[in-house]
């Protein structure tokens, strides 16, 4: 029987919904899923999630602590306890650069145990220096398969050594019918219209950080609504939190927005739903995204997207030609954010509501059961290359 462990540092909706996928998968398999979590509260995402009973085996290592505390030397010995306990034949490993990845990837390694790598990683998301690319390399080589995003993720995994073939797609999902379901419910609430703008809105959700590009957006904005007549303008409601709020908030100012831009503060993904229903379109100007899933959110939602083309996501979820589901744009001009806004409210509401439907249409094929279905192929590439090693240092013994 397989036992697979994998390890996420604290589980929010997006990571309960791909383990419940992939539990279940694994079940029906014969197989089981050990399934940890580094802590139970993280600061960077203070997500709420209830948790059920679960198609897999549960492990918080450290329930009452936030992430951010944890020294790394404790990350690693909790992983490393865990793994001696309950002594799985296979290891899925989250990313190379957490301390329990590292010490997974020690552990599996140690005993010859096949370990499936699941990375949303690009070349383009942060200078890379060769000394950290070699470190890299040396890492990915002792991974046997990976589950990626999309083709800008296994394309950096290819240059990092990995082979193609050994590369299945699905990391990047979410519960697409929770958000569907959601959006429909909001939508036939007859006072849900109370609590929005009275007029359309773009709709963007971040953290309030300096690669979210926000400040960026705001100044595009005003570039926007001093570009169309005043009854054709739109608002733009921004969901979030974080250090940059301050700024951002300054800037709204600075550029006479602060009546038009809507800022709620952080909200979990469940809370004033409305707001996600009846956005007229979503932003999303990262400057930085290794993927974006609430993009996926957003489209799930049904509705039209403008999507900075350095997201990972970007060319999955807003193929072209443009108009498909929206369109992409360059998060470091501002001209370019300004007009994509400007384009946006230039279309058609039977145009929006096209727009809407194909990206809750693509987005359909990026649900958890994709994640589940990358996972367990990869598992299958992985065990067959740990084989077949096996069998070759065997040979070569005689």
């Known amino acids: 029987m397989i036992k697979l462990a994998i390890c996420f540092t604290n589980w929010g909706p997006y990571h309960l919904a791909r383990l419940r996928a992939l539990g279940e998968s694994l079940r029906g398999r014969g197989c089981e899923l050990l399934a940890y979590e580094v802590a139970g509260i993280e600061r960077r995402y203070p997500w709420r999630v209830e948790r059920d ?41 989250v990313g190379y650069s ?72 699905g990391y990047n999902a979410i519960d697409n019918a929770f958000f569907a379901d959601r959006a429909e419910i909001a939508r036939n609430d007859p006072n849900a219209r109370e609590r929005i703008p009275a007029r359309p809105y773009f709709l963007a959700i971040n953290r309030f950080v300096p690669e979210k590009n ?34 951002i908030e300054a800037e709204a100012k600075k550029h006479e927005m602060d009546s038009f831009i809507h800022i709620t503060g952080f909200l979990q993904v469940d809370e004033r739903f409305e707001l996600r229903a009846f956005a007229s379109a979503f932003v999303h100007p990262s400057l930085m995204e290794p993927w974006g899933l609430v993009v996926n959110e957003a489209a799930a939602c049904g509705t039209p997207l403008l999507v900075s083309e350095r997201a990972g996501c970007a060319r999955t979820l807003v193929p072209d030609p443009i108009g498909v589901s929206g369109a992409r744009f360059d998060p470091t001009d501002e001209v370019d954010l300004a007009e994509s ?58």
């Not at 809750?360 to 065990?383: H, K, N, S, T, Y």
């Open 98 to 169: 957490r301390p329990e990845s590292h010490e997974a990837l020690r552990w599996a390694k140690r005993r010859r145990v096949p370990v499936v790598l699941l990375s949303e990683s690009q070349r383009i998301d942060h200078r890379r220096y060769w000394w950290k690319e070699a470190i890299k390399r040396t890492r990915v080589e002792a991974c046997r398969a990976a589950v990626v995003g999309g083709p800008a993720h296994r394309d950096y995994l290819v240059d990092l050594g990995m082979r193609r073939d050994r590369i299945t797609y």
């Open 341 to 398: 806004l400007a384009w946006m409210a230039e279309r058609s509401d039977s145009e929006r509501a096209r727009m809407g439907a194909n990206a809750a249409r693509i987005v359909a094929d990026w649900g958890p059961d994709r994640f589940a279905q990358g996972v367990v192929e990869a598992l299958e590439i992985a065990r067959s290359v740990e084989r077949s090693r096996r069998a070759a240092a065997a040979i070569a013994s005689f």
């Open 214 to 247: 926000l400040e960026r957006l705001v100044r595009a904005f005003a570039r926007y609504r001093a570009s169309v007549a005043e009854d054709r303008r739109w608002d733009l409601v921004l969901v979030g939190d974080g250090p940059n709020r301050a700024a």
């Open 53 to 93: 009973q679960e198609p897999f085996t549960a492990d918080t290592f450290f329930a009452d602590r936030d992430l951010e505390s944890i020294p790394a030397s404790a990350c690693r010995g909790a992983i490393r306890s865990a793994l001696d306990r309950d002594r799985p034949n296979a290891v899925a490993i």
